[in-house]
């Protein structure tokens, strides 16, 4: 599970995977896809201004998927607005799972 730091919960938009290796029968998670983030509660001086979206930074000398980094529990993230105003690192709850590559 991905959450930012204010408890909204990061879910994959547009998941951008490969059907070559999967996790629990789950197309792995690339740095391809898009994230966005519901349920914020941040606010700034007392108004709402909740994370909106979540950009990650995958290594390309990392673990790869048709050549496109795969997201870790390690890879660096940032949580975004909708201004596109830096809103903090997302928290990533990691889970241990069987991989099968096909």
């Given at each position: 599970?991905?959450s930012?730091?204010?408890g909204g919960?990061?879910v994959?938009?547009?998941?951008?995977?490969s059907?070559?290796v999967?996790?629990?029968?789950?197309?792995?998670?690339?740095?391809?896809g898009?994230?966005?983030?519901?349920?914020?509660?941040?606010?700034?001086?007392?108004?709402?201004?909740?994370?909106?979206?979540?950009?990650?930074?995958?290594?390309?000398d990392?673990v790869?998927?048709?050549?496109?980094?795969?997201?870790l529990?390690?890879?660096?993230?940032?949580?975004?607005?909708?201004?596109?105003?830096p809103?903090?690192?997302?928290v990533?709850?990691?889970?241990?799972?069987e991989?099968?590559?096909?």
């Amino acid at each position: 599970m991905i959450s930012c730091p204010h408890g909204g919960r990061a879910v994959a938009a547009f998941a951008a995977a490969s059907d070559a290796v999967r996790i629990d029968g789950v197309p792995v998670a690339t740095a391809a896809g898009a994230w966005t983030v519901i349920g914020c509660t941040r606010t700034v001086d007392g108004a709402p201004a909740p994370c909106t979206s979540v950009r990650w930074d995958a290594e390309r000398d990392g673990v790869v998927v048709d050549g496109v980094p795969v997201l870790l529990d390690v890879t660096h993230a940032q949580c975004f607005t909708a201004h596109l105003v830096p809103a903090g690192r997302p928290v990533v709850a990691p889970a241990h799972r069987e991989v099968a590559a096909g």
